[in-house]
């Protein structure tokens, strides 16, 4: 073979090995419970990952040059030590980016198995992509170059939560219920020192804790909180737990406030559905009713179109999604370190028009967080289909979140 053929072959070998590398799509895990008693929440996130990768980058061009976005399904029942299991799956299959959010226990897990995995293994670094999971810790004392926080920590929401309540004078005294894990426990603790702090003539009426997706049937909590004769229900419950809590109320026809984290979507707003008229209020990122924007108003009139029975009850899922491409793009890799590097101190105009900003010395997300009611009034979206949804009543700028952070971050080098 003369030496110019030769070099013709070995050029027209690396252009199809080129192409073919372009094409392969870029894997994304989503690790959450996708069986049990928290599936609801864990297949309601999965779908609103997969149709955005779709309707934003699948369905055009993809990314980096044509590629495709693929969401790769995990179980991980939200146990940890199914977390380790599924980890251990995605490291073998090449994953290098996990997205997952329920729980604080779970992301924990994630979080130490992810840092030990990457500081055996340069080169291999797997990126934690947490749209969730709320305990300070994460970007505090555990905060981590690879783990990145999508949502307001619950100190943060804690202090707009207890603002809010520190405005109604008719409240005197309160209740917190929470689950008994580590995000419970943050919840009240940090409830109750924030109330004494801002309106010390709130007595705390009982605290409460019980074993997390166990309990089917909460009229026994219900029925100390009657007795305790509190003004107002704290509690950061969500999913089935939520569920069962939010039905024992109604049953037993206590009328009070109730503020929580996670109550509404995935059959919580069906279930509290006129009896919780006006009772409810949930904080959380995001406007809710009215929508802001008609972009974001077509993205959920697409995402229904598709998913009728389903709603888009994380917001932060999409915003995760949008701005690690962006950070992609920006440093024309998929390596966990490039894309970290490029996500610090992002700030990035979501699809509510407003701004979000990547702390990077800590990799934890300011942008404005609001109370919503449950209500029928004021709703074009809906949740559950079922008339009723969130009103946005209050909101606080991103700017005036923002909280100090104890983050002493082991920065990799390269």
């Not at 559950?384 to 700028?397: I, K």
Request: charged share 20%; hydrophobic share 40%; proline share 4%.
């Amino acid at each position: 073979m003369t030496t110019p053929i030769r070099l013709l072959l070995i050029t027209l070998f690396a252009t199809l090995c080129g192409v073919s590398t372009a094409q392969e799509p870029v894997r994304i895990a989503f690790m959450d419970p996708l069986s049990g008693g928290f599936a609801s929440i864990g297949n309601s996130g999965l779908k609103q990952l997969q149709f955005a990768a779709d309707y934003f980058y699948n369905s055009k061009n993809g990314i980096l040059g044509g590629r495709k976005i693929e969401i790769v399904p995990l179980d991980n029942k939200q146990s940890p030590t199914d977390t380790q299991i599924q980890f251990r799956r995605a490291v073998s299959e090449g994953i290098q980016i996990i997205f997952q959010g329920n729980s604080s226990a779970v992301a924990n897990t994630l979080n130490a198995t992810i840092s030990r995995h990457n500081s055996r293994n340069p080169g291999q670094e797997v990126l934690q992509i947490n749209y969730s999971a709320v305990d300070p810790i994460l970007t505090e004392a555990e905060c981590s170059f690879w783990h990145f926080r999508f949502d307001a920590h619950a100190i943060m929401k804690l202090n707009i939560l207890t603002d809010f309540i520190a405005k109604d004078t008719a409240i005197k005294s309160v209740y917190i219920i929470g689950q008994d894990y580590s995000f419970g426990h943050v919840v009240a603790d940090n409830a109750v020192r924030l109330l004494q702090e801002k309106r010390p003539d709130i007595s705390i009426a009982g605290t409460e804790f019980h074993p997390i997706g166990q309990v089917k049937d909460f009229t026994p909590y219900v029925t100390k909180i009657v007795a305790s004769g509190a003004d107002a229900v704290i509690t950061g419950n969500y999913g089935a737990d939520m569920v069962s809590l939010a039905k024992s109320i109604i049953d037993s026809g206590l009328d009070l406030p109730i503020y929580t984290f996670y109550a509404a979507y995935d059959g919580i707003t069906a279930t509290l559905g006129a009896d919780g008229k006006n009772k409810i209020r949930l904080i959380h990122n995001e406007v809710s009713n009215p929508i802001p924007t008609e972009e974001r108003k077509a993205f959920i009139r697409a995402f229904k179109a598709v998913n009728p029975d389903n709603d888009v009850t994380q917001p932060r899922i999409i915003n995760a999604l949008q701005m690690l491409v962006t950070a992609i793009e920006k440093s024309q890799s998929t390596d966990p370190y490039d894309i970290a590097l490029a996500l610090e101190d992002m700030r990035f105009t979501n699809l509510s028009g407003e701004e979000i900003w990547m702390r990077g010395t800590d990799h934890q997300v300011f942008q404005s967080l609001n109370i919503s009611v449950h209500t029928d009034e004021g709703i074009e979206f809906d949740a559950d289909n079922s008339g009723f949804g969130l009103f946005t009543e209050y909101s606080v700028p991103a700017a005036e979140t923002i909280v100090e952070s104890s983050c002493q971050m082991d920065r990799p080098s390269r």
